[in-house]
């Protein structure tokens, strides 16, 4: 629940940024992923010293995820900028999973549940179907630069794909290695956000040109970044990545939404299918599994519960009554 709800603040950012529209991608991504990051990092400040022998002994992997927070927002907010933003969220996000997968099974040898490939899949179909229909609706509509632009945003999609995918995995890799999720966060995307700092600098001065922008600006900080990823963070304490990345698969539909009905994005009905899809992994991924009840178990002849007699005892195979305990 705590990755779903991150995920539908995540999926406000494109439609909030084109509230200023004069403000550049790169400074949209250092201010949202920067100052969040140099938030998250302020708020965990007395965890952060407290583990900090444990961080030192992971700096790899701090820095390695470090480096990708940077990386990142600069790649997603372009992305969205030459493809839209239905199909630069659904790039983003949508790929994530498999990158995610990957680095899990090289990096930790985790092999993946046929439950989670049987979501991914419905969820990369949904995918793949909105890349086309917004690809398809782009050429159609305002001709081949358009199409240009697509390809060039969904090829910087992938790399924020990847980049998620790496920084994820860095931050569940810290909380499974002992260091709280709110110190480990904190760690990766303080660091991060310092690398994000002399984009910012450079970028970031159509932000202070008007209100409106600079309300963007502090949205974009507070909300989706600091609270998303605080919330992110706590999912990731409990779930691994490759899971938390394809429960993040409702951002691209909740972005998607958002531009059709705040933007005027036109989605066609492949895209509409493609969410569609999208629904149905979340579903397979977060309904619970069927259990057998005791009774049935027992019929099948499967391992669970010995069955116990009134007085707390259990019957041996050769009738003789046994402790259940």
């Not at 990755?3 to 950012?13: E, F, P, Q």
């Not at 909030?16 to 991504?29: E, Q, S, W």
């Not at 372009?78 to 994530?96: C, D, E, K, P, R």
């Not at 969820?123 to 050429?139: N, S």
Request: aromatic share 4%; net charge positive.
């Amino acid at each position: 629940m705590c990755v779903l709800a991150a995920s539908v603040l995540w999926g406000t950012t494109g439609t909030a940024a084109t509230f200023a529209p004069g403000v550049g991608p790169l400074a949209i991504g250092a201010v949202a992923m920067g100052l969040g990051g140099l938030l998250q990092a302020l708020i965990a400040a007395p965890r952060i010293r407290r583990h900090a022998p444990r961080l030192r002994e992971q700096r790899a992997t701090v820095l390695l995820g470090a480096v990708s927070v940077a990386v990142y927002p600069l790649a997603f907010y372009s992305s969205m900028h030459l493809a839209g933003v239905a199909v630069g969220t659904v790039v983003s996000i949508g790929t994530a999973p498999l990158a995610s997968a990957l680095i899990e099974r090289l990096a930790d040898g985790r092999r993946l549940s046929r439950r989670w490939t049987s979501a991914a899949a419905l969820g990369l179909t949904g995918t793949l179907l909105l890349c086309v229909a917004e690809a398809a609706h782009a050429g159609a509509g305002t001709g081949r630069s358009s199409v240009t632009g697509t390809l060039a945003g969904i090829a910087l999609g992938l790399v924020a794909a990847t980049t998620y995918a790496v920084y994820s995995w860095a931050a569940h890799r810290l909380i499974t290695r002992g260091i709280p999720s709110r110190a480990a966060m904190g760690a990766v995307f303080g660091v991060g956000g310092l690398l994000l700092l002399p984009v910012l600098l450079v970028t970031g001065a159509p932000l202070l040109a008007d209100r409106s922008a600079a309300a963007v600006g502090a949205y974009m900080a507070l909300v989706p970044m600091f609270a998303g990823y605080v919330l992110f963070g706590w999912g990731l304490a409990h779930v691994p990545a490759s899971t938390a990345t394809t429960l993040s698969l409702l951002e691209p539909a909740v972005a998607a939404v958002l531009a059709v009905l705040v933007v005027g994005e036109r989605l066609p009905a492949a895209g509409w299918t493609g969410i569609a899809l999208v629904v149905a992994c979340l579903a397979v991924l977060t309904t619970p599994p069927r259990t057998r009840r005791p009774r049935d178990r027992a019929r099948a002849g499967a391992p669970g519960r010995i069955p116990r007699r009134a007085d707390g005892t259990a019957p041996a195979a050769d009738g003789a009554a046994v402790r259940a305990d």
